[in-house]
């Protein structure tokens, strides 16, 4: 690949898993993970979901299967022998969960996957860990000759080389349009491709074709035709066969005219490969099969309403009603008729089978999705005699690692979780509690839900926990429709002994209903607020807004105080009623108005408007007791015992401009009663810039508001905010590399004198490149504090399990430096076939030596990069370099003043983009303290000709 050690500099291209350089370590971590077997449809609510799944069998007869984890965060990616034995499994990161991925068999014995709209392909090896990627988007996959591989999509088709993942060639269709789709793709031995693709608006299809191009990517002819919207079903020798809602035709596959063309009625079409193939279509209960010189009717066969149609040898299987039928394609005779299981070994019901093939000595396999009373089960396998019909084995799908998702929270000196895991029987909650010094833990225990249909985080369920010193909270979404129910549930703190659990919506159907975090009082009684729509008589729409007292001995309703909205022509605007506790009773914002509500009984004490700070946006009690509250449009304070205004001021969001206010994301209480505001202003440029404000309640409404600089080219926004023991404020940054898909993660601390960052740690970086490994703090649980920082974590690692954890991570600085990276490359534009130079050099100035410095070098087109040196001028300097996805990521070890050059070429090729991007970013471990990130980024852009060649 063109890599050569260079002035001491080891480059080491690896072959076999990823290893990305993390840019943070966990003093300790605990993960949410459990055994469980792969499933279909687990995440779906709907009665007769499309099912994110992809079943297809490769040439040995080894069952390939790709099913959503439970999460809805991963695909579970399984070769299984015939008999069932496990040949690898992977973990793919999921891009569209609602649709089902390409999959495709490999001769290697591994496999190759990509989603529609991902613009990622996968070379899984024959043990299903990466071997490559490339940014080429795939909807089918097709064998070309000479080890290659075309990755075929409604606007492009790639050939890609099988061993490397590197382009060969690429070729933009013409004639494409948005909304487009492949509905069929063959090739032939000399590499001739064929495929057919349709493309749409929001109502209907608006064009059709059909393309044959050479083993070289060359348009040999283009069919398009002037009614429907045939698809390809396959090609012999001399024809290429298409299929239609209502019509079968037959094209030249030397020229593309049309040969001949039949109008039998269909719901079903497909090819039977042989001497001479068979096409076949199906009308409710009735099989035709054509001649497919002609295009005249062979034969015809009158079953039961047929479900399902496969082909396995030279014979067609259908499924109906009353089994699985036999039929000889010639002929049309069924030769066997099989009664299919009705349940799988553990009495779940079989709802439909999906898939018949895996012919292997005189067997194949039939795949079906079983039903479950609380969770979604294994897929049934059942294999088969091709001669007799008679069934033989059912081999088992294996158990897996699967990932939990939940929620965890920080008590003193324990942390709180709950999460939802699936079993092979059953979904369950999982309550634990850990001592949050060292991660051990103390109980945990699981509950079934109340309904069945619980599904994972990904797809809407979900928890809000809140704790005092005796009592765990948690306000639960569950069921198959999650917004629609809500729970609230209590356990013992000390051992975590279930007290109850009660349902808030039993009168009533709620929709997108969302919750506030439980508040425990005094007593243990648990208070909850809720906005939610509600069904009611058309044309009406309407929204209830509500806050529920339970007793927190048995769950009973004490009290519930609400308001029924309703609105015609929009739906109302839903928000959590925000309400806090005051001396027994409670404070409950509705709209603009403020209301103290007695804490037995609910009764109204009294009301005060909030007109002038534009209604309530937090809630707050001052050193004497008065109410401190902030608004969209102002802050005031008022008396706790009456309400009477105390003043009103302006809120800090008037000093962005007046007819443009800043918008609040998050309020924190300082120590010293001082309140921390963080948000955003809309530039000039329409790019959102932080805000950080510190208010004063307790010197008459004076605050200070600051702006901090945004280094451009990168974008800031504050995403976690909290103050230690010692009143020091810390943030996390996230900052966006414009015109790029990289996403960096600061931890850093605000000087509110200055109106300042303090200084940078870098915690992680995230591309929009769905397969690419990395780390996120998805929550802090608590201020960093003496260099630890509690987190609730989540890690993706393709092809190996991604999972979120909690656990405390080390933010200790070992050293004060800089990084910075510089970068060269020719501007274009660049001719398809081309080949681009380039140089990134990254730079240290510190105080000690770095451990794993990452580089990672986003490089256009994703071709695969020739002429690849990596060099430095530091002796012992070593540097390793992962290339597998057409990117480079390079680690390194850097010592003070030291540098790292990389150069190469990247081939140009015909993409859909007209302008492509040199992306990169240099980061240090978590330990390294920067004054200044602007200079750990670089973009650069190389355009592309708008010709395929000179002629053009």
């Known amino acids: 690949m063109g890599a050569r050690i260079r002035m001491g500099c080891w480059v080491v291209l690896l072959a ?18 459990h055994p469980a077997p792969p499933m279909i449809g687990n995440a779906y609510a709907w009665p007769d979901p499309i099912y994110p799944a992809s079943i297809g069998f490769a040439g040995n007869a080894d069952l390939l299967f790709s099913s959503l984890t439970d999460l809805g965060q991963d695909h579970d990616v399984l070769r299984l022998s015939p008999d069932g034995v496990v040949r690898w499994t992977a973990k793919i990161s999921a891009y569209e969960p609602e649709n089902p991925p390409a999959l495709w068999p490999a001769a290697d014995g591994g ?25 080429v988007p795939v909807e089918q996959f097709v064998d070309l000759p000479d080890n290659r591989l075309a990755a075929v999509s409604c606007a492009q088709v790639s050939a890609l080389e ?10 933009r269709l013409p004639g494409r349009e948005r909304y487009c789709r492949v509905s069929g793709s063959a090739s032939d031995a000399s590499g001739n491709i064929l495929l057919s693709t349709e493309s749409q608006d929001i109502y209907s299809v608006t064009a059709s074709r059909v393309y044959r191009l050479d083993g070289q990517g060359r348009l040999l002819w283009e069919y398009q035709p002037e009614t429907g919207r045939p698809r390809l079903l396959g090609f012999d020798s ?11 035709l037959a094209l030249d596959l030397a020229n593309g005219a049309v040969l001949w063309q039949s109008s039998v009625g269909h719901e079903k079409a497909l090819l039977v490969p042989g001497d001479p193939v068979v096409p076949v279509v199906i009308n409710g209960s009735t099989v035709h099969a054509l001649d497919a010189a002609t295009g005249q009717l062979l034969w015809s066969q009158s079953l039961d309403p047929v479900d399902g149609v496969s082909v396995i040898g030279n014979a067609l299987l259908l499924t109906t009603a009353n089994g699985l039928h036999k039929l000889d394609a010639l002929s049309g005779a069924v030769q066997w008729t099989a009664i299919l299981p009705n349940a799988d070994s553990q009495g779940h019901p079989v709802l439909e089978w999906l898939a018949l093939g895996g012919l292997a000595q005189g067997q194949f396999t039939a795949l079906a999705r079983v039903a479950g009373t609380v969770s979604q089960p294994a897929p049934l396998l059942q294999r088969i005699d091709f001669a007799s019909g008679v069934l033989t084995t059912q081999p088992t799908m294996p158990v897996l690692n699967q990932a939990d998702w939940g929620e965890v929270i920080q008590v003193g000196d324990e942390m709180i979780s709950m999460t939802v895991e699936q079993d092979p029987l059953a979904m369950r909650y999982r309550v634990s509690k850990l001592d949050a010094d060292s991660g051990t833990p103390i109980w945990s225990h699981t509950e079934l839900p109340t309904m069945s249909g619980l599904v994972g985080g990904a797809f809407g369920a979900g928890f809000n926990l809140g704790a005092n010193n005796e009592r765990i909270a948690a306000v639960i979404h569950e069921g198959s429709e999650v ?4 729970l ?17 919506n039993g009168l009533e159907i709620w929709d997108q209903t969302q919750a506030s975090d439980p508040v425990i009082d005094a007593n243990n009684n648990v208070w909850v607020s809720l906005a939610t729509y509600v069904e009611c008589t058309w044309p009406d729409i309407c929204a209830r807004y509500m806050l529920y007292k339970l007793d927190g001995t048995n769950g009973s309703i004490l009290w519930q105080n609400g308001e029924l909205l309703v609105y015609q022509m929009e739906p109302p605007y839903l928000s959590i009623p925000v309400f806090k506790l005051i001396e027994g009773d409670v404070l409950l914002e509705r709209f603009y108005d403020l209301y103290r509500l007695n804490g037995l009984d609910g009764s109204v004490l009294w009301t005060a408007s909030t007109l002038e700070t534009g209604g309530v946006h937090s809630l707050h009690i001052a050193s004497d007791g008065d109410i401190v509250l902030t608004g969209f449009l102002g802050w005031g304070r008022l008396d706790s015992a009456d309400g009477s205004v105390i003043w009103f001021s302006n809120a800090p969001a008037y000093a962005c401009a007046p007819f443009n206010p800043c918008r609040y994301v998050q309020t924190h209480e300082m120590p010293n009663g001082d309140l921390l505001q963080v948000g955003i202003r809309a530039a000039a440029n329409y790019i959102n810039e932080p805000m950080v404000a510190l208010l004063h309640p307790e010197n008459g409404g004076s605050f200070e508001v600051w702006f901090p600089d945004s280094s451009t080219p990168l974008v800031s926004r504050i995403q976690h905010v909290a103050v230690d023991s010692e009143n020091r404020i810390w943030m996390q940054i996230r900052e966006d590399l414009g015109g790029s898909n990289l996403r960096m993660r600061y931890l850093t601390r605000f000087d509110p004198v200055a109106g300042t960052w303090i200084g940078r740690q870098f915690v992680s970086n995230y591309s929009t490149n769905w397969v690419s490994p990395y780390q996120a703090l998805t929550e802090w649980l608590g201020p960093p504090q003496d260099g630890r920082l509690p987190v609730q974590t989540f890690e993706r690692a393709s092809p190996q399990l991604g999972h979120y954890a909690v656990g405390v991570v080390d933010t200790r600085v070992i050293a004060t430096g800089n990084l910075s990276v510089t970068a060269s490359l020719d501007p274009g534009p660049a001719m398809p076939g081309e080949e681009v130079a380039f140089q990134v050099s990254a730079r240290y100035l510190g105080t000690a030596a770095l451990n794993a410095v990452a580089l990672n070098i986003a490089l256009p087109w994703s071709s695969g990069v020739s002429a690849l040196e990596c060099s430095s001028g530091t002796v012992g300097h070593l540097c390793s370099i992962e290339q597998r996805d057409g990117d480079l990521h390079v680690t390194a070890n850097f010592q003070p003043g030291g540098r790292l050059d990389v150069s190469g070429k990247v081939k140009a090729l015909d993409s859909d983009s007209e302008l492509q991007r040199l992306n990169a970013i240099v980061q240090g471990p978590i330990g390294l303290l920067e004054q200044d990130s602007s200079d750990n980024t ?12 000179g002629f053009d």
Do not use: C, M
Not at 22 to 31: S, V
Not at 162 to 171: I, K, P
């Open 238 to 248: 001399g024809r290429a066969y298409l299929a239609d809602e209502g019509i079968l």
């Open 16 to 33: 076999l898993v990823y290893s990305p350089a993390h840019a943070f370590d966990t003093i300790w971590q605990q993960d949410w993970i």
């Open 488 to 504: 609230v549930a209590a356990w013992n703190r000390a051992d975590g002994t279930p007290l109850w659990r009660t349902k808030l």
């Open 938 to 949: 670089i973009t650069l852009g190389v355009a592309q000709s708008l010709f395929h060649n």
């Open 111 to 135: 496999a190759f996957f990509a989603h529609r709209d991902s613009g990622r392909t996968i070379k899984l090896d024959s043990s299903g860990l990466i071997e490559w990627t490339r940014s």
């Open 483 to 486: 917004e629609d129910s809500l």
């Open 162 to 171: 099988v061993g490397s993942g590197e382009v060969a060639w690429q070729v």
